[in-house]
């Protein structure tokens, strides 16, 4: 089995930093792409920013050049750096990972516990 355990919530004000982290242990013989999802209370779960194994990020447009997605492959484990907070930026965040737990096995989906990041003065 694969397990994903995330770190670093918390409170902040607005124009603060938080950064999270999830790193993945258990069987694993290889992770493709790992991205962080979140929800906001009422809203639907969206896709936030994800890293390819060998490094490409994508992120969507309402936190580009706040967050920063990073992956450090030796420890199986991914980064959101968060500068620049917003009260909208306040709800449960979600790392994922598409997990190979052979050679021969196709990629699946796993996902942290949750993180809640909220941000109010």
């Known amino acids: 089995q694969v397990q994903l355990v995330e770190s670093g919530g918390g409170l902040v004000q607005p124009g603060g930093s938080l950064r999270l982290s999830c790193a993945a242990s258990?069987?694993?013989?290889?992770?493709?792409?790992m991205g962080w999802y979140r929800q906001a209370p009422g809203k639907q779960l969206e896709l936030v920013a994800t890293?390819?194994?060998?490094?490409?990020?994508n992120y969507v447009d309402s936190v580009k050049g706040r967050f920063t997605i990073s992956r450090d492959n030796a420890k199986n484990t991914v980064y959101l750096q968060m500068n620049s907070l917003k009260p909208e930026d306040t709800a449960v965040y979600y790392c994922?990972?598409?997990?190979?737990?052979?050679?021969?096995?196709?990629?699946?989906?796993?996902w942290g516990q949750g993180a809640q990041v909220s941000v109010s003065s």
């Open positions: 994922n990972a598409v997990v190979q737990v052979a050679s021969w096995s196709s990629g699946s989906n796993y």
């Open positions: 258990g069987r694993i013989f290889s992770i493709n792409a």
């Open positions: 890293v390819s194994s060998a490094g490409s990020t």
